[in-house]
């Protein structure tokens, strides 16, 4: 699974949702549309799990635009609603290739005219140079530990 999944994912949710409103992935123009989102990459991180697998670690944030009033001000009633409904939105876990992942939602500190919602999840893919199409050898021996406390 690759973070464009995720990415597409979570878009195709937010879309689902407000149909009218763009959801803008990574760049957002200085001449956006309102109400929208900007969803963004801030930390995308690959680590060692074991000898076949990799941990991917993405930190995403997503910014709340809400539509300006005729002295160019945002309600932020609508923005804590609307932040408040995309948590509810992305809290079930998202199917992605195929595959399902879990969003950990965060709030963030809001400006006068956006709200931010900052998303992380992590998932273990198979090591791309170590990817041969065979399955890892069974293990042949195991061990187990067992203390007792008395009590």
């Known amino acids: 699974m690759e973070l464009q999944d995720i990415l597409d994912a979570i878009n195709k949710k937010l ?6 409103r763009t959801v803008y992935i990574d760049v957002c123009p200085v001449d956006f549309a309102r109400p929208s989102f900007w969803l963004t990459v801030e930390q995308y991180t690959q680590t060692d799990a074991n000898r076949y697998l990799v941990k991917r670690e993405a930190r995403l944030k997503l910014t709340i635009y809400d539509e300006k009033d005729e002295h160019y001000e945002s309600s932020w ?9 995309a948590t509810v939105l992305l809290t079930p876990p998202l199917k992605a290739a195929g595959r399902t992942v879990s969003l950990q939602i965060k709030a963030l500190p809001r400006d006068p005219d956006a ?37």
């Open 15 to 20: 879309v689902g949702k407000w149909p009218k």
């Open 115 to 151: 709200a931010y919602l900052q998303l992380t999840t992590s998932w273990l893919d198979n090591r791309p140079a170590a990817d041969t199409g065979t399955e890892p050898p069974t293990a042949k021996t195991a061990q187990v530990r067992v203390e007792m406390t008395n009590r």
């Open 77 to 85: 009633q609508r923005l804590f609603k609307d932040a408040a409904d």
